[in-house]
């Protein structure tokens, strides 16, 4: 019988890996292999199960070392040793992660804070004649605040021109009770200056003023031919 120890094997028998075996007519034997070979002559069993050949081989990334399970069944004191540089290494690992995670951070932070100079810049809202319901609850709410300062209500909305604005004023004037609203307008900021209603009263009452001169100007020419 040889019992050669060799460095670096595993056993034919079990098919675990270990740092020495012993070669025996059955082939290399790990230690329990050997010792039980050594008192019975015939090779370990694998399973207590009758006439079963395959072995189980552990769940994938798993390596089953034979000394390192033979020191943990071995003494207390040395399977305590091995958790507690599992638990050590464990921990390196974990402070290992927090200390990407912050680096991760930190680059992010640097990106972020120097990406909004190159950004292309935003699209002006279009121009559109058409009133949406929340584009007249802004409207009214300008009046509200800024009176019959147009311009600055249209700044506000961002879809709508000074013209518009003028055209809402006049249009929904009474749907939406603006005389109340520039009311409380006064109230908090004092009157209004610049009265846009005259300017409006003249520009519609000139076609009457023309057809009022005109149906004088028949009304005189009638008579100087009634009088002829």
Same mark, same amino acid.
Not at 66 to 76: I, R
Not at 121 to 140: F, H, K, M, Q, Y
């Given at each position: 019988m040889n019992s050669q120890s060799q460095a670096n094997g595993s056993c034919s028998n079990c098919g675990v890996a270990c740092n020495s075996v012993r070669a025996t007519p059955k082939g290399h034997a790990c230690h329990s292999c050997y010792l039980h070979w050594r008192r019975t002559g015939v090779a370990r069993p694998l399973s207590s199960m009758p006439g079963r050949t395959n072995k189980r081989?552990?769940?994938?990334? #798993? &390596?089953? =070392?034979?000394?390192?399970?033979? $020191?943990? $069944?071995?003494?207390?004191?040395? $399977? =305590?040793n091995s958790l507690q540089a599992i638990d050590t290494e464990i921990v390196s690992l974990k402070r290992q992660i927090q200390s990407n995670k912050q680096q991760v951070s930190a680059l992010k932070r640097k990106t972020t804070d120097g990406i909004d100079d190159l950004r292309p810049?935003? &699209?002006?809202?279009?121009?559109?004649?058409?009133?949406? %319901? *929340?584009?007249?609850? #802004?409207?009214?709410?300008? &009046?509200?605040? +800024?009176?019959?300062?147009?311009?600055?209500?249209?700044?506000?909305?961002?879809?709508?021109?000074?013209?518009?604005?003028?055209?809402?004023?006049?249009? @929904?004037?009474?749907? +939406? %009770?603006?005389?109340?609203? #520039?009311?409380? @307008?006064?109230?908090?900021?004092?009157?209004?200056?610049?009265?846009? *209603?005259?300017?409006?009263?003249?520009?519609? *009452?000139?076609? %009457?003023?023309?057809?009022?001169?005109?149906?004088?100007?028949?009304?005189?020419?009638?008579?100087?031919?009634?009088?002829?």
């Open positions: 081989k552990p769940p994938r990334g #798993l &390596v089953v =070392n034979h000394d390192d399970l033979a $020191a943990l $069944a071995g003494q207390p004191n040395q $399977a =305590n810049p935003e &699209v002006s809202n279009r121009i559109n004649a058409r009133w949406t %319901n *929340d584009e007249l609850l #802004l409207a009214v709410q300008g &009046v509200r605040k +800024y009176g019959k300062d147009f311009s600055a209500i249209a700044d506000v909305i961002g879809t709508k021109t000074e013209a518009h604005l003028r055209s809402f004023f006049v249009n @929904y004037r009474r749907r +939406y %009770n603006l005389d109340a609203v #520039l009311k409380e @307008y006064e109230a908090e900021n004092g009157p209004i200056l610049i009265d846009d *209603d005259k300017e409006e009263k003249m520009d519609v *009452d000139q076609p %009457n003023e023309v057809a009022e001169s005109s149906q004088k100007a028949k009304t005189s020419s009638g008579l100087g031919q009634t009088a002829k």
